[in-house]
């Protein structure tokens, strides 16, 4: 039974980042420090906001949600890089290739949407001042994160539930370090022109069409802060492009993965790990140093648990 079994499923063949040992060290060490980085940085954001009862507004919670889920979409692939990199394994079964793709698609998509309240609150905070706490109310928070992670499982699924009947015979090679949608699909032994399409245009043109929306919706806020020209000018100016530093460098390297048609080894590995390593580090970084509410948080939590150790001591 057992041998009948594995030769039914395929187990799919990873391309190793690193050709030399020298380079496996390379990527291994540089991997490894930047999973650190997110795990601290992220659980950091999220506990600051979630003890801090002064960022208990609308733009933190929204923020703690962002950095749990930029945790989870580096989780997809990092951990198992990191170790396929120290093994020199580079095959991976059937069933945690087809798991793989589908969290990456769950996180991706709820990230997503989540920029896009991100910047509704930013819009309805310096557009509709007045009327800013009763529309992000708490309820509605609540409702945009449900409705982040909804999307996210519909976006994922809607193309999952296609790949996961594929036929495959061979050959078996992802030609990535990781399994992603439109690298497997390329592999089932049918013609999956269709289906292609379907990939390119759920993750592809919805990932485009979010990034255009969000820049111009962005525009459109400072456009306005600059007509209002109060004290919070600068403040608004400093929050906004924050922002956008973070749409431009989660959306470049998803419309290069999806839609781009010449797609190109190298250039997908760096688009990758730009999504998976160097984001969801940077995310924190540029949230915690461009923001006197989060530093003054952050200064606040340090001085409490200093001197409950001296309590203690
Ligand atoms: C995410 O958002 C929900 C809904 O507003 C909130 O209850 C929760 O505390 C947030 N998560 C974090 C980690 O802050």
Same mark, same amino acid.
């Given at each position: 039974?057992?041998? #009948? ?10 391309? !190793? ?53 930029? *945790? ?15 093994? !020199? ?39 509709? @001042? ?36 594929? @036929? ?6 992802? !030609? ?63 929050? *906004? ?5 973070? #749409? #431009? ?32 580090? *940077? ?21 409490? #648990? ?8």
């Amino acid at each position: 039974m057992g041998q #009948v079994n594995t030769s039914i499923i395929p187990e799919f063949v990873l391309l !190793g980042l690193a050709q030399t040992f020298g380079m496996q060290f390379f990527f291994c060490f540089f991997f490894s420090l930047f999973y650190v980085g997110i795990i601290f940085g992220n659980l950091f954001i999220v506990l600051t906001v979630i003890f801090d009862s002064r960022l208990h507004f609308p733009m933190y919670i929204l923020l703690a949600n962002l950095s749990l889920i930029d *945790l989870g979409l580096s989780s997809t692939t990092v951990p198992r890089t990191i170790s396929d990199l120290l093994t !020199g394994c580079k095959v991976i079964s059937f069933h945690s290739c087809m798991i793989q793709m589908f969290f990456i698609h769950v996180m991706g998509g709820v990230e997503m949407v989540l920029l896009i309240a991100m910047a509704y609150d930013r819009y309805t905070a310096i557009c509709k @001042p007045l009327h800013y706490l009763t529309i992000m109310n708490p309820r509605m928070c609540m409702i945009l994160v449900i409705a982040a992670w909804t999307i996210g499982m519909i976006h994922a699924m809607s193309q999952f539930i296609f790949v996961i009947n594929l @036929p495959f015979c061979g050959p078996y090679n992802v !030609g990535s370090f990781y399994c992603d949608f439109p690298r497997v699909i390329k592999l089932a032994c049918m013609d999956t022109y269709k289906l292609e399409f379907v990939v390119t245009a759920n993750s592809g043109f919805i990932s485009m069409c979010t990034f255009f929306f969000l820049i111009v919706s962005y525009v459109f806020i400072l456009v306005t802060v600059r007509q209002h020209s109060s004290t919070d000018l600068s403040k608004a100016f400093f929050t *906004l492009s924050a922002h956008i530093t973070v #749409v #431009v460098l989660f959306f470049t390297p998803c419309m290069f993965l999806y839609v781009w048609p010449f797609p190109t080894k190298s250039l997908d590995n760096f688009f990758a790990i730009v999504d998976f390593v160097v984001t969801p580090v *940077l995310n924190p970084a540029i949230y915690t140093l461009r923001n006197k509410d989060m530093k003054l948080a952050i200064r606040r939590l340090s001085r409490q #648990v200093l001197s409950s150790r001296e309590v203690t001591q």
